[in-house]
């Protein structure tokens, strides 16, 4: 005799009481009702309705979803088959319809899911975000050492990914203009990233989005072997932490544009920096992401002695930068203007210079200020001003002097012997070189730049020097500050 089937209700019941390991007795001691009722309800001796089905399994806590799931899977196993009409499809063309309908539905339920899912986990991160704003706020104003007592303090902290992010950007500013700041606060970031709660994947792709940070903090303080090292270790976390981030909270051209920074001043490896900036150019989820990227690109060509190249890319970021990423625009202007110094575009420059200055001001950053400086002497000397370039090309040689800054040193002093050499000069142009005796002991400049300072050196106490041969010079070092083994063709 065949056994009588379950009702969809009773049928479900049953299936979430064995998926909890429970008897009949078990479950009802735990649901408030006898096991005989229990044992009613599932053989289908007595009617259960879906909502009371519901309140029987409140206390497992099994989601409206769930229950809607077993019932739609014992109707799709014993589908109720109204009488055909004669247009109808046959038997078998209606079970396909119903697996294909159970198909889709079930696709779409996934689908909601997981974008609610991606919804709800951008919601939390923007609170998490919002408390490492306003930590940072009332932390950054901290002495180092005050503040790493206070980062030690939230380590472990469910929002300390958060902060690391917050510290991270703030170290990238700070390599603008205080390498040992942005190493304090890069090492920080990462400290908090070792000790940050939740799953294995998501603390290493945190730990290979931070990591980057410090690499660059270590570049822009001149440990490039350190550099590459950290580097290393990051692609290596991130890597490991591949689907550890499935919503995409990091972003991932970060890291690649920093790496980027560090190669692009390698010859050997400069396709490989550009590649990389590409790569984090696809992925960039905004315009003042791609701005920032296509300056960098930029800068990559610019290094490599490509300045059309470079004014070009230029040109694509200008529309993707706005006014009020003040460190963006400082750097897009102020590099265009150096480009078309170097390409002697010099009216072009100067047009620039006002909003170069003014920004520098805005920004605060002594460096930016005698680059600035700089860029005007040039200019002026490029527009025949002499005069006016000399004082502002004199005052900038006084200032690397003081800091030691060897290689700049020696460029702005072949600027202003140049200058000395159209006025006739050459007892001036000795001197200039005879102060360029530290240059040569600084370990700074490398071989081939110093092999050319020599020469310049020499023919400055012969006083065989011309000011086009300067310039040729002038030129070559420009292009050899980042390519030590271009040679320099007397």
């Given at each position: ?19 909890e ?25 007595v ?31 014993r ?96 390599a ?46 001149g ?15 991130w ?7 499935p919503?995409g ?5 970060r ?22 900036l ?17 300056i ?11 300045y ?25 202007r ?10 002697d ?84 142009v ?9 240059v ?19 023919a ?31």
């Amino acid at each position: 005799m065949p056994h009588e089937q379950p009702p969809a209700e009773g049928a479900a019941l049953r299936f979430f009481r064995f998926s909890e390991g429970l008897n009949e007795q078990e479950f009802g001691a735990i649901a408030g009702v006898t096991a005989h009722a229990v044992g009613q309800w599932e053989r289908g001796k007595v009617p259960l309705s879906a909502g009371r089905l519901e309140e029987l399994l409140a206390p497992w806590e099994v989601p409206r979803e769930a229950i809607d799931a077993a019932l739609l899977a014992h109707a799709l196993r014993r589908p109720r088959r109204e009488p055909l009409s004669p247009v109808a499809p046959p038997e078998e063309d209606r079970g396909l319809i119903d697996r294909a309908a159970a198909a889709v539905g079930w696709t779409g339920a996934r689908a909601t899911r997981a974008e609610l899912d991606r919804e709800a986990v951008h919601r939390q991160a923007r609170h998490h975000r919002a408390w490492a704003a306003e930590r940072w706020s009332s932390l950054a104003h901290l002495p180092a050492e005050r503040l790493a007592d206070a980062i030690e303090g939230l380590l472990g902290d469910d929002r300390s990914w958060a902060l690391a992010e917050t510290l991270c950007l703030a170290s990238a500013k700070a390599a603008a203009h205080r390498a040992e700041k942005a190493l304090h606060l890069a090492r920080l970031a990462v400290r908090l990233a070792e000790h940050a709660p939740g799953p294995e994947r998501w603390c290493l792709r945190t730990r290979g989005w931070c990591e980057p940070f410090l690499g660059n903090a270590w570049r822009v303080a001149g440990d490039l072997a350190e550099s590459e090292r950290v580097f290393a270790s990051a692609d290596d976390l991130w890597e490991r932490g591949k689907g550890g981030d499935p919503a995409g909270l990091l972003d991932g051209s970060r890291r690649l544009d920093l790496k980027a920074s560090l190669l692009m001043y390698q010859e050997e490896h400069f396709e490989e920096a550009q590649a990389l900036l590409d790569q984090a150019l696809e992925g960039a989820r905004d315009d003042g992401a791609q701005g920032r990227l296509l300056i960098m690109k930029a800068s990559a060509l610019g290094i490599a002695g490509e300045y059309e190249e470079a004014l070009e890319v230029l040109e694509r970021a200008e529309p993707k930068i706005t006014e009020d990423e003040q460190r963006l625009l400082f750097a897009h202007r102020f590099n265009r203007a150096v480009w078309l110094a170097y390409v002697d575009r010099y009216p072009e420059a100067e047009a620039l210079l006002p909003l170069v200055e003014t920004l520098t001001a805005e920004l605060g950053n002594e460096l930016d200020r005698v680059r600035a400086h700089w860029l005007r002497g040039r200019i002026c000397a490029g527009l025949g001003r002499r005069e006016e370039a000399l004082a502002a090309l004199s005052e900038v040689r006084r200032y690397l002097q003081m800091k030691k800054i060897a290689y700049d040193f020696a460029l702005v002093s072949l600027e202003v012997a140049e200058i000395h050499l159209h006025k006739g000069q050459t007892r001036v142009v000795q001197g200039l070189a005879e102060e360029m005796v530290w240059v040569f002991k600084s370990q700074a400049v490398h071989e081939e730049a110093l092999a050319a300072l020599e020469l310049f050196c020499r023919a400055a106490e012969a006083e065989e020097l011309q000011a086009g041969w300067t310039r040729r010079l002038i030129k070559y070092l420009y292009r050899a500050q980042h390519n030590p083994r271009l040679h320099f063709e007397a």
